[in-house]
């Protein structure tokens, strides 16, 4: 009899320490981010703004992408068929588990060899591209949040990099990339004009951004995404 009732006793420990555990320990949603090297130079300070609200991933490697932030190997996710061809890789993988995946690509879609040669992805190609993203995402059954390609100066860009980039091709991408996913309901977080008013004295060198501008972005970001994921929630109440 005694032993019946430590047993029970014991058995409604356990229960309630489990209970606890379980009201305690929130199940935060998982962000994965594939983008470009501007994403990898802000990914640190956006984990840690989501630090207690999202559970942050992206494209990882072993530090190759930042040995040459202009070659889109490893962690950078390149341009828009890179982008692609990865995700169609994910979608096989069956380990791989998102709530929201935060994509971008564009500035390496209007990489030019010269001024006179075509964008390294055709702007046709570009919107086929992001079409199928977002299929993609649809069987994925994510929600996929884009973030709009950050500004070129042609003055500053062109003068320091054996390649070429015009500030008329990103509007154009940019604006070709914003009526696609209007058309099919993805929010759109716009880095573009955020980051436009600290240019020129953002950059680090003909693109990429300085420490504290690369916080900024992280912030507005988070802020963004935070923002979303509180509109998806009232949205599914009703």
């Known amino acids: 009899m005694r032993f019946f009732k430590n047993f029970i006793k014991v058995l409604l420990f356990a229960l309630t320490i489990g209970l606890s555990q379980s009201f305690t320990s929130i199940v935060l949603p998982k962000v994965f981010v594939i983008?470009?090297?501007?994403?990898?130079?802000?990914?640190?300070?956006?984990?840690?703004?989501?630090?207690?609200?999202?559970?942050?991933?992206?494209?990882?490697?072993?530090?190759?992408?930042?040995?040459?932030?202009?070659?889109?190997?490893?962690?950078?996710?390149?341009?828009?068929?890179?982008?692609?061809?990865?995700?169609?890789?994910?979608?096989?993988?069956?380990?791989?588990?998102?709530?929201y995946l935060l994509v971008n690509c564009g500035l390496h879609d209007i990489k030019r060899k010269s001024p006179n040669d075509s964008s390294q992805v055709?702007?046709?190609?570009?919107?086929?591209?992001?079409?199928?993203?977002?299929?993609?995402?649809?069987?994925?059954?994510?929600?996929?949040?884009?973030?709009?390609?950050?500004p070129v100066v042609d003055s500053i860009h062109n003068k320091r990099v054996p390649f070429f980039r015009f500030e008329r091709d990103l509007i154009a991408y940019n604006k070709a990339a914003d009526s696609i996913m209007h058309h099919a309901h993805v929010?759109?977080?716009?880095?573009?004009?955020f980051t436009k008013k600290y240019i020129p004295g953002a950059y680090l060198d003909h693109i990429h951004y300085k420490k504290e501008i690369r916080e900024k972005q992280a912030d507005f970001i988070a802020g963004s995404l935070s923002a979303i994921f509180n509109c998806n929630k009232k949205t599914k109440k009703h």
């Open 35 to 99: 983008g470009d090297s501007v994403s990898i130079h802000y990914g640190p300070y956006l984990k840690n703004s989501l630090k207690g609200f999202f559970e942050y991933d992206r494209k990882r490697d072993k530090g190759e992408a930042l040995k040459d932030l202009d070659n889109p190997v490893g962690a950078n996710g390149g341009d828009s068929q890179m982008v692609l061809d990865y995700l169609k890789t994910l979608v096989k993988d069956k380990g791989f588990k998102t709530d």
């Open 187 to 193: 929010p759109i977080i716009d880095l573009f004009t």
């Open 122 to 150: 055709s702007l046709k190609n570009y919107k086929s591209n992001l079409a199928e993203i977002v299929n993609l995402s649809k069987k994925m059954r994510v929600t996929l949040v884009w973030v709009s390609s950050t």
